[in-house]
């Protein structure tokens, strides 16, 4: 399902860019919603929509609206985009699980995001994993950062290529302000995805444009992962989201494949 290309760059960089894999009607209303919801409070957004940072208590922190997919089915279609799924699906061996899809908002007055992930870097998830074999890569935990804007060069996601398979802890002076070849700035053009390992040592410059940069971070994991009570679907708005969604939220065991995998895999001609 990854071409040869792709899975070579994958497993050299830690991360491929697939273009222009959202259409223009899907990126123009989900830029619409960003901006309607990210002029909220946290107590005002719509259950269950929720962030980390409330404006008015922490307004530089870049914040990100989680749950998106349980309020427009312009989300739900994007975590089953087939781009994004052909991707996610080789990588998790046919084994996706959603985690969820997040929405935000970064201005110039937001900070940026230092490096985080890296084999050995400060912070690895114990959940997170990253190997090649066979004919085959494989991670266990994988962000599809879907751009909604243009992204200038000069801010946005950076990050240090191959950090994936680092065996060293990264030496303090390289960050995210460092240049290439140690670190590589991607620019994706609106409607274009990103598509990382959460092993790769990454993190966002300052904005820098006057129009505000809108992505949505959809992460994935494999499907038999549960890492806390409580994960998987949101019982309680179950309604509000399609059973296909619902079944990828879900954990599966090991053994068996999710049915949504199987109309996928056929729609792509793998079956
Ligand atoms: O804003 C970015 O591109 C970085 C996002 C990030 O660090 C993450 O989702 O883990």
Not at 102 to 128: M, Q, W, Y
Not at 141 to 153: K, T, W
Not at 157 to 167: I, M, N, R
């Amino acid at each position: 399902m990854l071409t040869a290309d792709e899975r070579y760059l994958f497993d050299l960089h830690g991360f491929i860019v697939l273009r222009q894999a959202v259409p223009p009607d899907d990126v123009r209303r989900m830029v619409e919603l960003c901006d309607k919801w990210h002029a909220l409070g946290d107590a005002e957004l719509p259950p269950p929509l929720w962030s980390y940072s409330d404006p008015t208590t922490k307004p530089t922190t870049p914040r990100a609206i989680n749950n998106v997919e349980y309020l427009d089915e312009v989300f739900q279609r994007l975590v089953l985009n087939h781009q994004i799924m052909r991707v996610v699906m080789a990588l998790t061996l046919n084994r996706p699980q959603l985690l969820g899809a997040a929405l935000t908002r970064n201005t110039r007055e937001s900070d940026a995001i230092p490096f985080h992930g890296g084999v050995s870097g400060k912070f690895h998830h114990p959940a997170c994993d990253y190997q090649a074999f066979d004919d085959k890569v494989f991670a266990t935990f994988i962000n599809a950062a879907v751009s909604l804007v243009d992204v200038p060069a000069g801010s946005g996601f950076v990050c240090v290529p191959g950090s994936h398979k680092a065996h060293f802890t990264r030496p303090a002076n390289i960050d995210i302000d460092s240049e290439p070849p140690t670190v590589i700035n991607v620019c994706p053009k609106a409607g274009d995805v990103v598509v990382f390992t959460e092993c790769l040592c990454h993190g966002a410059r300052k904005w820098d444009a006057a129009e505000a940069r809108r992505t949505v971070f959809v992460r994935y994991c494999t499907a038999y992962a549960s890492w806390s009570p409580g994960h998987g679907p949101i019982e309680a708005h179950r309604d509000k989201i399609s059973p296909e969604v619902y079944e990828l939220h879900q954990m599966l065991a090991y053994g068996s494949q999710k049915k949504v995998v199987t109309r996928l895999l056929a729609e792509l001609g793998e079956a």
